[in-house]
């Protein structure tokens, strides 16, 4: 029988049969998994059945810890149940991992493995999280392919339901979960074959139920624990023939063979690599690749069920002739004799040749190495480097292969050149913005080619970790066998560069074929565009004799109403020249799919597409190459030649595209970066940019304020700083008395790191009388104003800060004069979240110490290869890390902890040395004023004095006071997140250091959905708001946070949305980093994930709070303490109708199309608990607090 | 008294007519429309941008993030059906055929020659009585001429008359430097009925902001002056029926349509002010004026002062200009 071949990635397959093979499924998104949950709540809210004819529920909780609960109740429950995950998430499983697997209960854990966190977080594959979890009895098996992801996703459900044994089912995070590729599906035939309705029914029969009441979960004394552990021993025994069984079974309905442990290779070899996961490929295409050309007497073990792990079914596997071993980890354990498999491996070995018929004439000599951590490229040169070194007489051991480790010298070298190219496979390489649609085009090409022709694609996606301005590389495969490189394309036949820009970026000719195929998208015409590409690309596209062709597909795009979505036209281009297919054949399959994507979403779209593909072969052009000069543009460095060393020698590779070259030398040890680097990394992304008006700005220091990558910067300064200014440096008379006389007042933007958000011009509040559309900022091309721009900017960072003690702090366009130390992050153009965070870095930023809970934040804020936290000229700025996602609170509790520890000692020892000292100055210290600026720079001037004061004093305690003594100035703990952290996943923690009383101050920024992850709903999502998991609307209120915080009476608690009212915002930060004890900020976020052009984010703020949907306050206990109402509430009354904000976005307004009647209900339950809420926080605000304390005590 | 007409081929009890308006949006809102007498509803209008604009709005939010971040590959769940066509508007329309005995007439306001035409089937099939067809057009682009904005207008009419069988009314601006050619052309092109005239709301200056915004202003008495003219010179030379819309607002208006050859009166901003009760009020009032001067039939006075039936005729010229300005006096 044919069945359907489909194009899919990892994850699809896996939920594919998951969705079909349960009943329940509990979920937590984390990447790379969250795409296995998406789908199967997609296909459960759609109606889509599992192969009994039931929907199975889908339900997102609070955290993997949750989602394992859910799980294991579910299961004992007697429900055919699963769970998707990865990393962290698998980790905070591990306790419920335990207890299913020693209840004997059948479940598959499907898991996208990936990286744990150490010196860093890794969002990429390896096998880390995995292995962590072999301890639980969980028995594991790995899948190599996106193939083997649908056929081990059913095979371990059967074998589940029989042994008894819950499964882990594992495929390499990103390559594997993520890699397009075709594949045949399994139909419900085949997956009904393959389960045993009677095994269903046994694990329906032994639920809890209280028609059949038993105990499971009983506590044990040393008695007889350890007796009832040894009891399940006889299905561990088991279960490997179990899983074989169901191999075979698998392999009479499909015709595909697999085994517990499969040989691949020559019969006779005498050295084997034994491995898992998506490596797996690559060796086999290198073995192949080497057999064939030298005859080698190679082969690879390849290990899929891990555990229970079977030592006879691996020994028989392994050819009798094998002499030498090499067992690759794709993960690491620092202290660790060898890491898991090889152990597994040298132990098997040993056993059987220590009995008494062993099975090889003489001890395999076993080496051990790792690879691919964190999805390192694991290509053919490094299998060839396992294998040429197992040629030496005394290989090494304990090596690691893929990386230069130039410090424990444990590499091994491979050789860069050994490249394979398969026959009758095309490969393409694309670079593209993220916003440009590359991806997606991309992905329907795999599809079209894949499933509409008799050839194997496989596609592979490469993205940026910036979230603005971010580029994509696309990685493609076709051809007539299938493919089996699991690495990304290393020489292509076609390359496509979909924006001009990026010529300058990468090397993009870098890996492309003699003669092949250069697509580029350029405003510059075949006769013109040679003249303004950088010389090298020039000089590649002629020595490599390139095929090259040009389209403007942004005028194109322009032209049929695209917009910049240049994919259709780019897509047209590339099946018009690769000949991958027929181009009539390509461009009608091209409108098929269109058709299919784009008929739910009506006939505009569909015919816009259509045009788009028909104009697109008309301004397709060929360039000839006979008579073209080579340009004289030379590509600039990457970064300045001022950038400190570590930047200019390691971060600058990371930045040009090349940290596979970063040796292990080059990295710090233990996770510590410098600050300051983001400066650096000038991206030039903005097309536009702001330029400041002077003749009519106000000085409001809203522009400054809102700037989400603090890109525009405000100074007042002495008049004479202007002597040597460049002759385009702008600057007026600052209006105000702290400004003084003879003064200077600038607003300047950093023209190369400005991201073209236009929120500035936006807020601008003034109106050029001349011309109402211009403002006091006004947007204007960046390329014509960049050089100038450059030197004003740099200009502008010499002239000196304005001093921080003589800025009025509550004023908005005061406070606008503080240096922002957080700059030039990686954020969304555009972003809400980073005026919060800025802001902190302005008011408090040179005493801050920063937690940062896993998410938008912690990426932005932390992710190479540049960082956004900086420091003052004084060297003074955030100290920032990022723990996890679930533990944020408390880390920041441990970081105030630690402070006050050192700030007692400190007062401690100052006080035990006030006569050494001075009794006068430590009277200062102890005692001093530090509640504003001026207080603190006093402050910070005494334990100067103090630091020369110890220094001439010997004796102990002196050196352990000068270690101690700048906790001594006040210091400010800034606990930040977003909402899946504060409302979900780390309320627990978030709620015990609220009521801890320490003095933490807390920033919730609220974008009211895992917006990291994409979209998924969370505690805060609004209700009628469509999420992911709320496909339908949520159908219940927001969690009101602030209310919960409010309850403990001594916590400080505002609302903010600072487009709203950036004046309550300013007051709100410093109230509650004055306040000493807890303090709870919940920040307004807009964010892309609410589906609306961030350009227009300060009015859909104004509108949340004038809708009355966010109210604006602040809950102050030191006004109770005066007896007055704590809370202030700083909104008016509703004046807009609800729906006048919702509808302004996508993820309120998506339901009005796809549930009219629905979205209408939700609306009205939304509308009413907005009024419900008012009236509560008004009637709140109002009660008269004093009275009530009067009659308390006449009572009295 | 028979106050019937017949509009467009519709036989319609009187000769007063809801036009395009929120009063249509609910149903129950329609119903008190044909209870307080309305002769037959013209729906609010379907609007080319809206469909158009969310459509395209929805496709760009959900795709321009996608595929741009490893961790997000999307921000938004799959929904296998938008409800992004006209079905909405169409599924209103069935619902008014099932609540109303009157005539129900669609309306669809749009520019170009696109999709939005095959629109009109789906009203049609939805049991429309017939299909107004609003061109709001505002030829601001310098290189279009007056030529190629009426031959816009006669090929929107033309696409939508091949696409259904029901009549197709056309409301027309009055802004055409030849008015009765292009109405004469739009007659040949098969439009049924000429709707004279639509409004286009102008925008007003907001000088506290410094910002354009648009401000809805309902119609006024005075506002029927042009469409009389039209009416009344238009009235015999077309085949098409003709309707005045803007200023409608007491018996009189309506007798004066009547006389200079209109088929039928529409009425909106009136209802918005001061209630749909107004449609019986005037009836009655109409009924009691035809009854003092013996008129035992609207038909009776149709056409009875239109340009030919008048002693006058260069009254509804540039003559009526001339004396009207002789007759100022400062």
């Given at each position: 029988m044919e069945r359907l071949k489909v194009t899919i990635d990892g994850n699809e397959a896996a939920a594919y049969v998951a969705h079909k093979v349960n009943e329940v499924i509990a979920i937590y998104p984390i990447t790379p998994s969250s795409p296995m949950g998406e789908l199967s709540d997609t296909w459960s809210s759609t109606g889509k059945k599992n192969i009994w004819g039931t929907v199975p529920s889908v339900i997102e909780m609070q955290s993997e810890g949750g989602a394992a609960g859910t799980v294991h109740g579910a299961l004992q429950a007697g429900s055919l149940t699963t769970t998707f995950t990865a990393s962290q998430g698998l980790l905070l499983m591990i306790p419920n991992m335990y207890k299913i697997a020693g209840e004997l209960t059948s479940t598959v854990f499907h898991v996208t493995a990936r990286t744990l966190s150490t010196h860093a977080l890794s969002i990429f594959g390896d096998h880390s999280d995995v292995m962590a979890t072999r301890q639980t009895g969980f028995a594991m098996l790995c899948s190599n392919s996106v193939q083997e992801v649908m056929d081990f996703a059913l095979i371990s459900q059967a074998a589940t339901l029989k042994s008894r044994i819950p499964f882990l089912h594992f495929f390499d995070g990103f390559r594997t979960s993520h890699e397009v590729m075709k594949i045949e599906q399994l139909d419900v035939e085949d997956i009904k074959n393959m389960i045993d309705d009677e095994l269903v029914k046994k694990h329906r029969s032994r639920a809890l139920t209280p028609d059949n009441p038993f105990i499971r979960g009983s506590a044990q004394n040393p008695d007889v624990f350890f007796q009832g552990r040894e009891t399940v021993n006889k299905f561990y025994t088991a279960c490997s023939s179990v899983t074989q069984e169901a191999m075979d079974k698998f392999f009479t309905i499909t015709g595909r063979r697999y085994n517990l442990f499969d040989y691949y290779g020559a019969p006779d070899a005498e050295r084997v690599i034994v491995m898992m996961g998506s490596g797996v490929e690559t060796a086999e295409e290198t073995i192949d690749h080497l057999i064939k050309t030298t005859g080698e007497k190679i082969g690879l073990l390849i290990v899929r069920l891990f555990r229970p792990f079977d030592t006879s079914f691996f020994i028989n596997k392994l050819p009798k002739t094998v002499r030498k071993i090499s067992v690759l980890d794709r993960t690491k354990e620092p202290g660790s004799i060898g890491e898991p498999l090889y152990l597994d491996i040298v132990t098997s070995v040993s056993e059987v040749m220590s009995r008494k018929d062993p099975p090889f004439e003489k001890m395999p000599l076993i080496t051990g190495g790792r690879y691919g951590l964190s999805s390192k490229e694991f290509t053919p040169a490094m299998v060839k480097a396992v294998f040429d070194e197992l040629k030496k007489d005394e290989p090494k051991n304990h090596f690691t292969v893929g990386i230069n480790d130039d410090?424990?010298?444990?590499?091994?070298?491979?050789?860069?050149?050994?490249?394979?190219?398969?026959?009758?496979?095309?490969?393409?390489?694309?670079?593209?913005?993220?916003?440009?649609?590359?991806?997606?085009?991309?992905?329907?090409?795999?599809?079209?080619?894949?499933?509409?022709?008799?050839?194997?694609?496989?596609?592979?996606?490469?993205?940026?970790?910036?979230?603005?301005?971010?580029?994509?590389?696309?990685?493609?495969?076709?051809?007539?066998?299938?493919?089996?490189?699991?690495?990304?394309?290393?020489?292509?036949?076609?390359?496509?560069?979909?924006?001009?820009?990026?010529?300058?970026?990468?090397?993009?000719?870098?890996?492309?074929?003699?003669?092949?195929?250069?697509?580029?998208?350029?405003?510059?015409?075949?006769?013109?565009?040679?003249?303004?590409?950088?010389?090298?690309?020039?000089?590649?596209?002629?020595?490599?004799?390139?095929?090259?062709?040009?389209?403007?597909?942004?005028?194109?795009?322009?032209?049929?109403?695209?917009?910049?979505?240049?994919?259709?036209?780019?897509?047209?281009?590339?099946?018009?020249?690769?000949?991958?297919?027929?181009?009539?054949?390509?461009?009608?399959?091209?409108?098929?799919?269109?058709?299919?994507?784009?008929?739910?979403?009506?006939?505009?779209?569909?015919?816009?597409?259509?045009?788009?593909?028909?104009?697109?072969?008309?301004?397709?052009?060929?360039?000839?190459?006979?008579?073209?000069?080579?340009?004289?543009?030379?590509?600039?460095?990457?970064?300045?030649?001022?950038?400190?060393?570590?930047?200019?020698?390691?971060?600058?590779?990371?930045?040009?595209?090349?940290?596979?070259?970063?040796?292990?030398?080059?990295?710090?040890?233990?996770?510590?970066?410098?600050?300051?680097?983001?400066?650096?990394?000038?991206?030039?992304?903005?097309?536009?940019?702001?330029?400041?008006?002077?003749?009519?700005?106000?000085?409001?220091?809203?522009?400054?304020?809102?700037?989400?990558?603090?890109?525009?910067?405000?100074?007042?300064?002495?008049?004479?700083?202007?002597?040597?200014?460049?002759?385009?440096?702008?600057?007026?008379?600052?209006?105000?008395?702290?400004?003084?006389?003879?003064?200077?007042?600038?607003?300047?933007?950093?023209?190369?790191?400005?991201?073209?958000?236009?929120?500035?011009?936006?807020?601008?509040?003034?109106?050029?009388?001349?011309?109402?559309?211009?403002?006091?900022?006004?947007?204007?091309?960046?390329?014509?104003?960049?050089?100038?721009?450059?030197?004003?900017?740099?200009?502008?960072?010499?002239?000196?800060?304005?001093?921080?003690?003589?800025?009025?702090?509550?004023?908005?366009?005061?406070?606008?004069?503080?240096?922002?130390?957080?700059?030039?992050?990686?954020?969304?153009?555009?972003?809400?979240?980073?005026?919060?965070?800025?802001?902190?870095?302005?008011?408090?930023?040179?005493?801050?110490?920063?937690?940062?809970?896993?998410?938008?934040?912690?990426?932005?804020?932390?992710?190479?290869?540049?960082?956004?936290?900086?420091?003052?000229?004084?060297?003074?700025?955030?100290?920032?890390?990022?723990?996890?996602?679930?533990?944020?609170?408390?880390?920041?509790?441990?970081?105030?902890?630690?402070?006050?520890?050192?700030?007692?000692?400190?007062?401690?020892?100052?006080?035990?040395?006030?006569?050494?000292?001075?009794?006068?100055?430590?009277?200062?210290?102890?005692?001093?004023?530090?509640?504003?600026?001026?207080?603190?720079?006093?402050?910070?001037?005494?334990?100067?004095?103090?630091?020369?004061?110890?220094?001439?004093?010997?004796?102990?305690?002196?050196?352990?006071?000068?270690?101690?003594?700048?906790?001594?100035?006040?210091?400010?703990?800034?606990?930040?997140?977003?909402?899946?952290?504060?409302?979900?996943?780390?309320?627990?923690?978030?709620?015990?250091?609220?009521?801890?009383?320490?003095?933490?101050?807390?920033?919730?920024?609220?974008?009211?959905?895992?917006?990291?992850?994409?979209?998924?709903?969370?505690?805060?999502?609004?209700?009628?708001?469509?999420?992911?998991?709320?496909?339908?609307?949520?159908?219940?209120?927001?969690?009101?946070?602030?209310?919960?915080?409010?309850?403990?009476?001594?916590?400080?608690?505002?609302?903010?949305?600072?487009?709203?009212?950036?004046?309550?915002?300013?007051?709100?930060?410093?109230?509650?980093?004055?306040?000493?004890?807890?303090?709870?900020?919940?920040?307004?976020?807009?964010?892309?994930?609410?589906?609306?052009?961030?350009?227009?984010?300060?009015?859909?703020?104004?509108?949340?709070?004038?809708?009355?949907?966010?109210?604006?306050?602040?809950?102050?206990?030191?006004?109770?303490?005066?007896?007055?109402?704590?809370?202030?509430?700083?909104?008016?009354?509703?004046?807009?109708?609800?729906?006048?904000?919702?509808?302004?976005?996508?993820?309120?307004?998506?339901?009005?199309?796809?549930?009219?009647?629905?979205?209408?209900?939700?609306?009205?339950?939304?509308?009413?608990?907005?009024?419900?809420?008012?009236?509560?926080?008004?009637?709140?605000?109002?009660?008269?607090?004093?009275?009530?304390?009067?009659?308390?005590?006449?009572?009295? | 008294m028979d106050l019937s007409t017949t509009y467009m081929g519709l036989k319609l009890k009187n000769p007063i007519v809801a036009s395009a308006s929120p009063l249509s949006k609910s149903i129950d809102a329609a119903r008190s429309l044909e209870d307080a007498g309305a002769s037959a509803v013209v729906c609010y209008s379907l609007f080319e941008e809206q469909i158009s604009h969310e459509a395209n709005e929805l496709v760009y939010y959900l795709e321009s993030t996608a595929d741009s971040y490893a961790e997000a590959l999307s921000y938004f769940p799959e929904s296998g059906d938008y409800n992004l066509g006209p079905e909405e508007y169409v599924n209103h329309i069935r619902k008014l055929k099932v609540a109303l005995s009157i005539p129900v007439i669609g309306s669809l306001n749009g520019v170009s020659n696109g999709g939005w035409i095959n629109y009109a089937k789906k009203i049609e099939d939805a049991g429309a009585d017939a299909i107004e067809l609003n061109i709001y057009y505002i030829p601001t682009d310098f290189q279009i001429n007056g030529l190629r904005v009426e031959d816009m207008y006669i090929e929107d009419v033309r696409a939508i008359k091949s696409a259904v069988k029901i009549p197709v009314a056309v409301k027309l601006s009055p802004y055409f430097s030849a008015m009765a050619n292009m109405a004469k052309k739009l007659d040949e092109a098969g439009a049924d009925a000429l709707v004279l005239f639509n409004r286009f709301y102008q925008p007003d200056i907001d000088l506290e902001n410094l910002e354009v915004f648009p401000n809805l202003e309902l119609s006024n008495e005075w506002e029927l002056r042009l469409p009389l003219r039209w009416i009344a010179i238009l009235h015999n030379n077309v085949k098409a029926s003709l309707a005045a819309t803007s200023g409608i607002s007491n018996y009189t208006d309506v007798l004066k349509v009547m006389m200079v050859g209109g088929d039928v009166a529409m009425m909106c901003s009136e209802l918005l002010r001061h209630g749909v009760k107004r449609i019986g009020e005037i009836l009655k009032d109409l009924e009691i004026w035809m009854e003092e001067k013996e008129y035992d039939s609207v038909s009776l006075m149709k056409g009875s002062m239109d340009y030919s039936s008048v002693k006058e005729p260069a009254a509804f010229e540039r003559a009526n200009y001339m004396k009207l300005l002789a007759s100022y006096k400062i």
């Open positions: 410090v424990t010298f444990t590499s091994l070298d491979f050789e860069t050149d050994f490249i394979l190219s398969p026959e009758d496979q095309i490969s393409a390489l694309f670079y593209g913005l993220g916003s440009d649609g590359t991806v997606g085009a991309n992905k329907n090409s795999i599809k079209i080619i894949g499933e509409e022709t008799e050839n194997y694609a496989q596609g592979y996606f490469v993205y940026d970790s910036k979230k603005s301005g971010s580029t994509t590389i696309s990685h493609l495969r076709f051809g007539k066998k299938p493919i089996k490189s699991t690495y990304l394309v290393q020489k292509a036949d076609f390359i496509g560069c979909h924006l001009f820009n990026l010529l300058e970026k990468f090397d993009v000719l870098k890996e492309i074929k003699e003669g092949g195929t250069f697509l580029l998208n350029s405003i510059y015409g075949k006769d013109e565009v040679f003249e303004k590409m950088p010389a090298k690309v020039c000089e590649q596209i002629l020595s490599k004799k390139l095929n090259f062709y040009v389209i403007d597909a942004f005028k194109v795009a322009k032209e049929t109403g695209m917009g910049l979505r240049i994919n259709t036209i780019m897509q047209t281009c590339f099946f018009a020249i690769s000949g991958v297919l027929p181009r009539d054949e390509a461009i009608e399959q091209i409108k098929n799919a269109i058709k299919k994507s784009y008929s739910s979403k009506g006939d505009e779209i569909v015919i816009k597409n259509f045009e788009a593909v028909d104009k697109t072969l008309a301004n397709l052009f060929k360039v000839e190459l006979e008579g073209k000069k080579i340009s004289n543009i030379e590509l600039k460095p990457v970064v300045s030649d001022n950038a400190p060393d570590y930047v200019k020698n390691v971060l600058s590779k990371i930045i040009e595209g090349l940290g596979d070259d970063v040796k292990v030398s080059e990295m710090p040890e233990d996770g510590t970066f410098p600050s300051s680097t983001a400066q650096w990394e000038k991206r030039n992304i903005a097309h536009q940019i702001p330029v400041w008006d002077e003749e009519i700005c106000i000085q409001c220091g809203k522009c400054a304020m809102i700037c989400p990558h603090a890109c525009i910067r405000i100074k007042a300064y002495d008049k004479s700083f202007l002597e040597n200014a460049p002759a385009s440096f702008k600057h007026m008379e600052g209006k105000g008395k702290e400004f003084g006389e003879d003064n200077a007042y600038t607003i300047q933007v950093a023209p190369e790191d400005c991201t073209g958000c236009t929120l500035c011009f936006e807020i601008c509040p003034v109106k050029n009388k001349k011309q109402v559309k211009l403002k006091a900022l006004n947007m204007q091309p960046q390329l014509e104003l960049r050089e100038q721009e450059k030197a004003n900017w740099e200009y502008f960072l010499t002239i000196p800060e304005f001093e921080r003690t003589q800025v009025n702090t509550g004023l908005v366009k005061s406070s606008q004069l503080f240096q922002p130390l957080f700059e030039f992050s990686g954020a969304c153009t555009g972003c809400g979240e980073t005026p919060y965070v800025k802001l902190v870095s302005q008011l408090f930023g040179d005493r801050t110490i920063i937690a940062n809970a896993t998410g938008c934040s912690s990426i932005y804020g932390g992710n190479l290869p540049t960082t956004p936290w900086t420091k003052n000229n004084e060297g003074r700025g955030p100290a920032w890390s990022n723990s996890l996602f679930e533990d944020n609170a408390e880390f920041g509790l441990g970081m105030r902890m630690s402070i006050d520890k050192h700030n007692e000692f400190a007062k401690e020892l100052l006080t035990g040395l006030s006569s050494e000292i001075g009794e006068e100055i430590v009277n200062d210290i102890l005692n001093a004023d530090q509640s504003d600026e001026p207080g603190i720079f006093e402050q910070r001037k005494r334990v100067e004095l103090l630091k020369e004061k110890l220094s001439l004093i010997n004796k102990q305690e002196a050196g352990d006071l000068l270690s101690l003594c700048d906790y001594l100035v006040k210091k400010s703990v800034w606990i930040m997140g977003g909402d899946g952290w504060a409302y979900d996943i780390g309320f627990g923690g978030l709620d015990h250091v609220m009521a801890s009383g320490k003095n933490v101050n807390i920033l919730v920024l609220d974008t009211e959905v895992y917006s990291n992850t994409g979209g998924q709903m969370s505690k805060s999502t609004g209700l009628a708001a469509v999420a992911k998991f709320a496909a339908s609307g949520k159908p219940n209120p927001k969690k009101d946070l602030a209310m919960m915080a409010i309850n403990y009476g001594n916590v400080y608690v505002a609302k903010v949305a600072m487009g709203a009212n950036d004046t309550q915002t300013l007051r709100a930060f410093l109230e509650a980093e004055a306040y000493d004890g807890p303090s709870i900020i919940i920040a307004y976020s807009h964010c892309i994930a609410h589906g609306f052009n961030m350009e227009r984010a300060i009015e859909h703020q104004k509108a949340a709070v004038d809708s009355g949907y966010w109210l604006l306050f602040r809950h102050n206990p030191l006004l109770a303490g005066e007896g007055k109402n704590p809370l202030k509430l700083d909104s008016g009354e509703p004046k807009i109708k609800l729906e006048d904000y919702f509808y302004k976005e996508t993820r309120y307004s998506m339901l009005t199309k796809s549930e009219p009647e629905h979205a209408k209900a939700l609306l009205k339950l939304a509308q009413e608990d907005v009024w419900k809420r008012w009236k509560m926080y008004k009637h709140l605000s109002e009660v008269n607090m004093s009275e009530d304390t009067s009659k308390t005590e006449s009572h009295n | -």
